[in-house]
């Protein structure tokens, strides 16, 4: 489902697809796979101007300002953090509205660097910041895959094997 063209901002985008994906949650089939990728948190950020507990935001992106100045870099990290908090919240409707019993995995594509090893956003550099994204299982108690004590990572390659163990 891709919303129409009409909503430009990535925040409305994703809540209509979280819309879209309660409804067809509601029908009760079972072996449906859902993909959401949520797109408000990615740059250059987007979220209900109303709900924004992080402030000074910048308004704004502005790249030749970024570019020459790495100084007051706050209202951008505020910028990213009102669109994390907001697709936080709506992550949160979708989880509880989906069944108790529902697979769930969530990562992220990258990360964002703001300076912290002198790149900005992503793709920029091999830095931690860039590469390294949480990805959360959430697997139902009775067909728990064992762990291991010798897990201690896991990576975007992980994703489907482990799902198809748990499914098979």
């Known amino acids: 489902f891709t919303p129409d063209e009409e909503y430009t901002e990535p925040y409305l985008r994703d809540e209509l697809v979280v819309e879209k994906l309660l409804l067809q949650v509601q029908e ?9 990728f949520l797109d408000a948190p990615h740059f250059d950020y987007s979220w209900p101007q109303e709900l924004s507990p992080f402030t000074p935001f910048e308004p704004q992106v502005n790249f030749l300002k ?4 790495n100084t007051d870099i706050v209202p ?5 953090k009102n669109a994390l908090y907001s697709t936080d919240r709506l992550l949160g409707t979708l989880f509880n509205h ?29 830095s931690a910041q860039q590469l390294e994204v949480p990805i959360f299982y959430r ?12 897990i201690h990572m896991t990576c975007h390659m992980d994703i489907f094997p482990s799902l198809l163990h748990y499914l098979t």
Do not use: C, W
């Not at 970024?66 to 100045?69: E, G, H, Y």
């Not at 995995?105 to 550099?125: C, K, P, R, V």
């Open 98 to 126: 989906v069944d108790k019993n529902a697979v769930i995995i969530l990562t992220g594509d990258h990360g964002q660097e703001f300076y912290e090893n002198g790149n900005l956003f992503h793709t920029s550099a091999l």
């Open 28 to 36: 009760k089939s079972s072996g449906r796979l859902f993909i959401l």
């Open 66 to 69: 970024l570019a020459f100045t």
């Open 139 to 150: 697997f139902t108690h009775e067909k728990m895959p064992p762990l291991s004590a010798s």
């Open 76 to 80: 951008l990290i505020n910028r990213y």
